[in-house]
């Protein structure tokens, strides 16, 4: 395992840092004054808009899809450093390089899974930053943890499926440029095989029958850089039968696929989420006092920051390593590594940034310095893409299969 960068990662890392410290990280109390005057939350203000046309400029655009025909054609492990230093301000650099999330995914399963006509119509639109879009898959009656638990139906009736179900925390929805959501449903809920009952359809987000009911909060936050979350419903929404994804059955395994390659981005942001705090943590610690001398001459300050470094190196050594194991023996090959950096990344960020958050007293749950809204979209990440427990489960049975 080589995890030394090559040339285009180091070219590509260069650009993207000048790119942060230039315009990215000033932008953020530009960004914050500037969305108080929206008549939506969810609404880009003007700098993001400004930001993404220099991010397209300058080529940092699309960097995380592996086919070069649609982005930038890196391999997981030339990507990892970059969305480690998106990751450093992840309300804005992700969505001006348009490498935000739900987004990635949905133009991921699209390049993978979806047919010309569909490419055509939604996946260039989105590759292009014209439109934005959602995927609808968790829901509020059942246990989505089991995704197998899922009850949305897609019936097919002659040319058409007929949509019906309740969705929730659908991410992008509440964006108005979301055009179009990726639905996962039941299309043969008493088949014999749990996993090949659900299926994918493209839902234009304007179709009769499509409501979106409220945009549901996240530790009291809107996440309007990621165009919200929102609880939809699907009252007999009506599309053709063409904007099945894949085949009928598929459903569960174009999930899988999508989010094997969505848990090394998540991973990698959030180092870079911890990198922001380290930096943060130092910052105050040299710059206040405290009983008669500087916060960095506190020892538990110092032990502080000595762990959240040890812990930051350990995590990317990890997350490198899966990524390199997703480029070499794909993703059911790196299952193992996948769903330790899930388990592993997360809580580690979140204690950090919570060491961070303690260290700024009051202004750390202010609106004034990042920690808050940082720590609150760490947190989430150890539900979001399956629940720590899920893949600890998964991970331990895998490893006590060897004794068996």
């Not at 609808?136 to 009656?141: D, R, S, V």
């Not at 929102?230 to 395994?253: K, M, Y």
């Not at 993703?331 to 060491?355: C, F, M, W, Y």
């Not at 303690?358 to 310095?369: I, K, N, R």
Request: glycine share 8%.
């Amino acid at each position: 395992m080589d995890f030394a960068f090559d040339a285009r990662t180091e070219e590509l890392r260069a650009k993207l840092l000048a790119f942060m410290d230039e315009y990215v990280y000033p932008a953020e109390a530009v960004a914050h004054e500037q969305r108080a005057g929206l008549d939506s939350p969810w609404r880009n203000v003007p700098v993001v808009e400004e930001l993404k046309a220099e991010a397209r400029r300058q080529g940092l655009w699309n960097l995380f899809l592996p086919d070069s025909e649609y982005g930038a054609g890196l391999t997981n492990l030339q990507y990892a450093p970059l969305a480690e230093i998106m990751g450093r301000s992840p309300q804005i650099a992700p969505t001006v390089t348009n490498c935000a999330a739900p987004d990635t995914g949905n133009m991921e399963v699209l390049a993978q899974f979806g047919d010309e006509a569909q490419k055509k119509q939604w996946l260039q639109p989105l590759l292009a930053g014209e439109i934005r879009s959602a995927f609808a898959m968790t829901e509020p009656e059942v246990a989505s943890s089991d995704a197998t638990n899922i009850t949305t139906r897609i019936e097919r009736d002659g040319d058409e499926y007929v949509i019906t179900g309740r969705k929730w925390y659908i991410s992008g929805a509440m964006h108005p440029d979301c055009a179009v959501f990726i639905v996962m449903g039941k299309t043969d809920p008493d088949g014999a095989d749990i996993r090949r009952q659900q299926s994918m359809v493209l839902v234009p987000r304007d179709t009769p029958g499509v409501t979106i009911e409220r945009a549901m909060q996240v530790f009291g936050y809107e996440d309007h850089y990621h165009g919200g979350h929102a609880e939809v419903v699907f009252d007999h929404a009506r599309v053709p039968v063409s904007n099945l994804i894949g085949e009928e059955g598929g459903g569960f395994a174009i999930a899988q696929a999508r989010l094997g390659p969505g848990r090394i981005h998540h991973c990698m942001r959030l180092i870079g989420m911890a990198e922001r705090a380290v930096e943060l943590m130092c910052r105050r610690a040299v710059s206040r006092d405290a009983f008669g001398k500087a916060l960095a001459q506190q020892g538990v300050v110092q032990n502080w920051i000595a762990d959240a470094r040890v812990a930051v190196e350990q995590l990317r050594l990890l997350v490198l390593k899966t990524a390199w194991m997703m480029d070499t023996v794909g993703n059911r090959g790196a299952h193992t590594e996948i769903q330790a950096i899930k388990i592993a990344t997360p809580r580690t960020v979140v204690s950090i940034l919570d060491r961070a958050i303690q260290l700024y007293g009051a202004g750390g749950v202010s609106q004034d310095f990042p920690l808050a809204e940082l720590y609150a979209g760490a947190r989430t990440l150890m539900i979001a893409d399956g629940p720590d427990e899920v893949h600890q489960r998964s991970l331990a049975r895998r490893e006590l299969k060897k004794y068996l």
